[in-house]
């Protein structure tokens, strides 16, 4: 609470004798290197999360475009945001996971999902306005979308054979939900009752359980999903 002509002569002193290391980055140095490179340095005593460092590091309009996306009231509702979500930008990191996997996306995916969303910030960095504008009303229109047609927790984690929920928001099923709502160009009335059936599937189960990043899971929760939807016509 104290400015630095107040503090004690001895404090003083200490903070003049320390010194403080800077690492100077090329502008011109690949952006997943000074990524890399963050994350190398990133040793402090509170670590940066990996969304973090992209907003460090991609800087632009995406990333600005993603941050405001991020603050909507009904994607906040719908992926249960907390405010230690918001704290670590875990609410922009699916922002962007939204954006990397739809639009046929996900059907580059490669294991890990941390360089795929890397890679994904990187190509979204270099789109023009007009685009992002085109971008930003498609994230908006399909949330609007999934909460007309899914209810208040489309992505939610259900038990086997009971009817409680492990969590209100899955990062696995949101992949799945999220692809499938951008692949269907019909959503029937049924389908929530057509999702939540699903989890009484023990293969389903495992498809959103263990190492979900697995490329064989991803594609298989995300063509489970689109299949229950389609049954429902």
Excluded at 110 to 120: A, C, T, V, Y
Excluded at 167 to 188: C, G
Excluded at 212 to 222: E, P, V
Aim: glycine share 4%; net charge negative.
């Amino acid at each position: 609470g104290l400015t630095y002509e107040e503090i004690p002569q001895f404090l003083k002193r200490r903070l003049q004798d320390r010194s403080l290391g800077c690492l100077r980055i090329d502008s011109t140095v690949d952006k997943q290197v000074k990524y890399d490179i963050f994350e190398r340095l990133n040793s402090g005593s509170v670590e940066l999360t990996a969304q973090e460092l992209r907003n460090a590091t991609y800087r632009g309009s995406f990333n600005e475009m993603i941050k405001r996306l991020s603050e909507n009231e009904t994607f906040k509702t719908l992926a249960q945001i907390s405010k230690t979500k918001q704290e670590k930008m875990e609410d922009v990191e699916l922002v962007l996971r939204y954006f990397a996997l739809t639009d046929g996306r996900y059907l580059s995916y490669k294991p890990h999902m941390k360089d795929f969303l890397n890679q994904s910030m990187e190509e979204f960095s270099k789109l023009n306005e007009p685009d992002l504008h085109l971008l930003e009303q498609k994230f908006l229109s399909a949330f609007k979308d999934i909460e007309a047609k899914f209810g208040r927790h489309p992505f939610a984690k259900w038990r086997k054979d009971e009817d409680k929920h492990t969590s209100y928001f899955n990062a696995a099923v949101y992949d799945a939900v999220i692809v499938a709502h951008d692949n269907s160009d019909t959503i029937p009335q049924n389908a929530p009752v057509s999702l939540r059936k699903l989890f009484e599937d023990d293969s389903f189960q495992d498809l959103i359980s263990g190492s979900i990043n697995d490329a064989s899971k991803l594609f298989g929760r995300i063509r489970a999903v689109e299949e229950a939807i389609a049954s429902g016509h």
